[in-house]
T-cell receptor, first 113, second 113 residues
Framework: EAQVTQNPRYLITVTGKKLTVTCSQN?????MSWYRQDPGLGLRQIYY???????DKGDVPEGYKVSRKEKRNFPLILESPSPNQTSLYFC????????????FGPGTRLTVL | AQKVTQAQTEISVVEKEDVTLDCVYE???????LFWYKQPPSGELVFLIR??????QNEISGRYSWNFQKSTSSFNFTITASQVVDSAVYFC??????????FGAGTRLTVKP
């Protein structure tokens, strides 16, 4: 089954404790992206990647890191999480660039205390 | 810079009513892509439609229809004879040559029986 998976689905952590949210897709998609969803703000793009070793900042990259060492994986790293990073995070992938339909993962709800 | 505005934060209708969700966008590009996604209460994001800037034909898919008007920079979404299962948050999104994706803040639609 074609899908985008994220782990963990729920995470409660404390300020400053490094964490990684994993994202994996099995569709051989070139383009992958991370978004955060906050009430009243919709989805905002954090980072995206056009292919392996190619990443670019979205609208709200501060406080986040990403890497794309393999085509299928695109982890989101919070080196020193802060409470304002409490949010619902979505990973997405698409076949080619940002203008194709994006397939979204199920979301990761992160709470930073 | 690109921007997507969904001015309607929440809409409530009674089942079988028609409802239109508005989307207004801004971009300097002549080539761009517009999308609608649905987020039901379960939280996943479901792709509904993609339209490129060169195709202004309206589209109909069952009870759903989309009206793309470049002259007013709008890409509105109409649900005919709404049903309770249509209750969701609907997002309009824009992607241009930068390959990033900009979402609107979303419109929460509630369809009451």
């Amino acid at each position: 089954e074609a899908q985008v998976t994220q782990n963990p689905r729920y995470l409660i952590t404390v300020t400053g404790k490094k964490l990684t949210v994993t994202c994996s897709q099995n569709m051989n998609h070139e383009y992958m992206s991370w978004y955060r969803q906050d009430p009243g703000l919709g989805l905002r793009q954090i980072y995206y990647s056009m292919n392996v070793e190619v990443t670019d900042k979205g609208d709200v990259p501060e406080g986040y890191k990403v890497s794309r060492k393999e085509k299928r994986n695109f982890p989101l790293i919070l080196e020193s999480p802060s409470p304002n990073q409490t949010s619902l995070y979505f990973c997405a992938s698409s076949a080619d660039r940002g203008y194709n339909e994006q397939f979204f993962g199920p979301g990761t709800r992160l709470t930073v205390l | 810079a690109q921007k997507v505005t969904q001015a309607q934060t929440e809409i409530s209708v009674v089942e079988k009513e028609d409802v239109t969700l508005d989307c207004v966008y801004e971009t300097r590009d002549t080539t761009y892509y517009l999308f609608w996604y649905k987020q039901p209460p379960s939280g996943e994001l479901v792709f509904l439609i993609r339209r490129n800037s060169f195709d202004e034909q309206n589209e109909i898919s069952g009870r759903y229809s989309w009206n793309f008007q470049k002259s007013t920079s709008s890409f509105n979404f109409t649900i005919t004879a709404s049903q309770v299962v249509d209750s969701a948050v609907y997002f309009c999104a824009l992607s241009d040559h930068n390959n990033d994706m900009r979402f609107g803040a979303g419109t929460r639609l509630t369809v009451k029986p």
